[in-house]
Nanobody
C-alpha cells in the first residue's frame, strides 16, 4: 500500500522559515517526478515546486521562486520543501504528490483541480503564516 506522509507544517511569523518533509512507503520516490502542491482557504490547487526523479532539475512557481527550495533524499525515500521568508499568502495546506504529467504541468497544459488527479498524494500538512 502506497503512503505519502507530509510533516513539518506549523504556525510561523512572517519572515520565518519551515521545512516540510514527505516520507513515502510502499513506493520508491526515485521512480517519479514529485511535486509540492498547496491549497489556500477558499482557493484552488497551486503547484509550488517540482523536482525530477534524480533531483537534478527543479522548478518553482513565480510566487515562491527565490524563497522555497525543493530537494529529495532518495536513500531516505523522502522529499523536502525548505520555505524561507514566509509570507501570510503562503498560508495553505501543503501536499506532496507524484505525477507522470510533469511536462504538462510545467507548460500549463494541465491545471489540476483535485489531488485525485495525481498518481499518489498525501494527506497534507498545514502551514499558517501570521503574526
Amino acid at each position: 500500500q502506497v503512503q505519502l506522509v507530509e510533516s513539518g507544517g506549523d504556525l510561523v511569523q512572517p519572515g520565518g522559515s519551515l521545512r516540510l518533509s514527505c516520507t513515502a512507503s510502499g513506493f520508491t520516490l526515485s521512480s517519479a517526478w514529485m511535486v509540492w502542491v498547496r491549497q489556500a482557504p477558499g482557493k484552488g490547487l497551486e503547484w509550488v515546486s517540482l523536482i525530477s526523479t534524480s533531483g537534478s532539475s527543479t522548478y518553482y512557481s513565480n510566487s515562491v521562486k527565490g524563497r522555497f527550495t525543493i530537494s529529495r533524499d532518495n536513500g531516505k525515500n523522502t522529499l523536502y520543501l525548505q520555505m524561507n521568508d514566509l509570507k501570510p499568502e503562503d498560508t495553505a495546506l501543503y501536499y506532496c504528490a507524484s505525477t507522470l504529467r510533469a511536462s504538462q504541468l510545467l507548460r500549463g497544459l494541465w491545471v489540476p483541480t483535485t489531488m485525485r488527479e495525481f498518481d499518489y498524494w498525501g494527506q497534507g500538512t498545514q502551514v499558517t503564516v501570521s503574526s
